[in-house]
């Protein structure tokens, strides 16, 4: 089973353009994200997708894999969609570009997924993981994802859910924007048109969901770090 990463990276992020060429402990934070990609070794090749000169540049400089899409995209699904058009791979990896401290463990738990999957039931995986901090729970950067009892996701939000008539009964799980597809269902994803819930959310996952697809979702003790604002860099620099 071939696997790839692919790192999707644009330089003009809506709430803090430019991030991935800040300085993170010396490197850039793309350089940081795509170093920390390949020291894992789980991967048959790494490569940085963007639409950015600059961060192209900045990649491949430093000695690194990267890719100029072609088209304009409104996401990173479609972006990694066509640059693995004709990569042979079976299994994608989509690891975010602002994700620089994603754990080696996390990633190989999330392989296992289709590794135990012989019926290829699953189209695509992702992590999770258990928050109890009420700022976090109600902070609409904070995506948070409801499952099933097979740890199938059932819904992704930006609002607080499940909703808590007793406190003490709720459980909440963020959703770390790391996926891992079947090479098909990722390009399947291109054909298929936004619909209403993706439109409401601003979240591409919804997409699969409303066209049934299956997402297995992945817990995980090893939280990382992203990078949306300027202070989650302070942060990153100060866990670096």
Do not use: W
Request: charge should be negative.
């Amino acid at each position: 089973m071939k696997t790839v990463a692919m790192i999707p990276a644009r330089y003009e992020a809506s709430r803090f353009p430019g991030k991935l060429m800040k300085d993170l402990g010396g490197k850039s934070v793309i350089m940081r994200t795509y170093e920390n990609a390949v020291s894992t070794q789980l991967f048959s090749d790494v490569y940085v997708v963007t639409d950015s000169n600059l961060i192209y540049e900045e990649v491949v400089n430093n000695g690194g894999n990267a890719i100029m899409s072609i088209a304009e995209h409104e996401c990173g699904s479609d972006r990694i969609a066509e640059a693995v058009t004709n990569i042979e791979c079976d299994i994608v990896v989509n690891v975010q570009g602002d994700e620089p401290f994603v754990h080696k463990d996390a990633l190989s738990d999330l392989l296992k997924v289709f590794k135990g999957d012989e019926d290829k039931e699953i189209d695509l995986a992702s992590i999770m993981h258990s928050i109890t901090d009420l700022d976090e729970i109600n902070n609409s950067n904070a995506v948070k994802v409801v499952i099933d009892n097979n740890n199938r996701a059932l819904y992704f939000s930006r609002s607080p859910i499940p909703y808590a008539r007793e406190k003490s009964t709720a459980k909440y799980y963020k959703h770390q924007g790391i996926y891992a597809f079947r090479k098909q269902a990722l390009l399947d994803f291109t054909k298929l048109p936004m619909k209403y819930l993706e439109a409401t959310e601003k979240l591409e996952q919804l997409r699969y969901l409303e066209f049934n697809k299956n997402i297995k979702m992945v817990e995980t003790p090893h939280i990382s770090i992203g990078i949306d604002t300027p202070e989650d860099l302070v942060a990153a620099n100060k866990k670096f």
